[in-house]
């Protein structure tokens, strides 16, 4: 895991240019940097040292003196890949997975993206054939930003290493921060919070000359997700092999996550999710013949005002259940001001929400010799956690399912509203049609919906997932963190994707196959809990209470808020019960203003 730099140019290249870039992302690799000089480019990189930590490791990387590469991120299945491009009679200098991606690419051209398994962003050079490949994986876990005009091309890990040169102009991009202020986050677009910088696409790759680069900068995709759209009947069978493969899939999945030259450790929130990754963990590492207790790291909020907040209940129960270590760290209202304009410096576009549970979980990470944590981000945009997509669901279901469903879901907290709304929608499209009813939600709630749950799912992964991923790099990567996604791997995602929904959620249960196969494995109190929180943060608390005089004087001061809400009396909205994030929001304005845009 590292940070990378680069310029293509007609022009003359400087060096002290790719050296300020690349100085401003020693957060994404302290153990070292590196750039190449090309003919008519420069690849700057700093290093965060996890596999092969020796020298032989070190990047901008050459091979068989024809590619060069700058990259960020680990392919988890390097081993394998190694294994069969060695029966192939490729021979290899290090133990990295840097050099098995430009064998990879030599072998099998851009067709190697098929088979890697991981995380990444890179620039490759073919010196032969005077030619770049880049790509980004398939869910953007790694960032990729770029800039362009008709001479020169400029690309980093983080938008702030692209400010540094004195070539780049920008101002802030008022349409997508007005569309931030309305609907939230959206880090799936190709726009960004800057005018004339944009996101490489996830799942996709560019190949072509330095002209190529220039005139068109076609990026093609190389894996989309595919959902399961029928409607099948519950099978009790059909179940327990659905469950097992989950199972399976997912201790792969971490696994391979922990393949790493340093100490490896998890984040625990209690939920059930980030749970079964510390199970697997622990059982993988007693496997393996490691007897160092394993490390997990948790935000919790034991003070009396923000119990409400508090998971420690929860995260203790796991970690004396599995005997973890457990290392916990509290927030504390007085360091938010501070900490948040830390976290906006480098999540550079405006985040929802202040991020806190998840910035200070790694500063604590960052506090302790563990370099890599196994975190349990995507389980719920791909099993149903949320009690949101009831809706979905309930307006799948034939009359007879329906109502044998809403008895279950009645009894939840929190779940009859979405359970009505699914009535209607479903009773209404029964006797209109699914055409005209997508009319009028569309001209009532301004909004699109999808019958099938597995593709509103599907849909969610592709944005709202997305955005989630790219906050958690950017927030560990801050505290030069390496967080890995078992739940993301493509296999499990594509096998929940092909699982029909009956097997998400049922009676009452979100997440279904997935409590089934962690049953008995976990306590109960964990794997059937019903009250799901999700890293909660106590913002109401915070911003309603001692720091509400320095929320209103912070927006207030703001000539960019002013521009993008005129009419807007903060004070007014904080008095009144108004969703809290929605406010915020106009605080990451305040601050994305005065660490970018003012001079």
Known sequence: MCGITGIISKNKLNKKVIEAMTKTLIHRGPDGFGYYYGKNFIFGHRRLSIIDISEAGHQPMEYIDRYVITYNGEIYNYIEIKNELEANGYEFKSHTDTEVIMASYDAWGVKCLDKFNGMWAFVIYDKQEDKYFMSRDRFGKKPF??????????FSSEIKAILTHPEVKTSPNITFLEDYVKYGCK???KETAFENIYRFDFSSYFEGKFEDIINSFVQIKFWRLKPNLSNENFDEEKLKEYAKKYYELLEDAVRIRLR??????S??????DSSSIVYLVNKLLKEQGKEDLQETFSSVYKSAETKYCDESEF?????NYLNVHSNQIEPKEKDVPREHSKMIWYVENPPEGTCMSGWYTFKLVSQTDVKVTLDGQGADEQLGGYLSYLINYMVSLDIFNMIKETKYWFKIPNASKYVNIGIIIGLFRKIFGDIFTKKIIKFFFKRDFEFNLNQKLANDINTKLITLIHYSDHISMAHSIES???????RLV???????????MRNGWTKYIARVAFDGKLPDEITWRRDKMGWPIPENYWFKGNLKEWFIQKVESSSLVKELALNLNIKQ???????????????NIVEFENLFLEK
């Open 494 to 504: 594509e096998f929940l994707a092909s699982v029909p929904a009956c097997y998400k």
């Open 573 to 587: 909205e904080l008095d009144k019960n108004t969703n809290i994030v929605k406010l915020i929001r106009y605080l």
């Open 145 to 154: 930003y770029y800039y362009k005009n008709e001479d020169t091309f400029i």
């Open 315 to 319: 995260i203790d129960k796991v970690a």
């Open 260 to 265: 790493a030259d340093v100490k490896v450790g």
């Open 267 to 272: 984040a625990l929130s209690g939920g059930l």
């Open 484 to 490: 890995r996604m078992p739940f993301m791997d493509y």
């Open 187 to 189: 880090e799936y677009t």
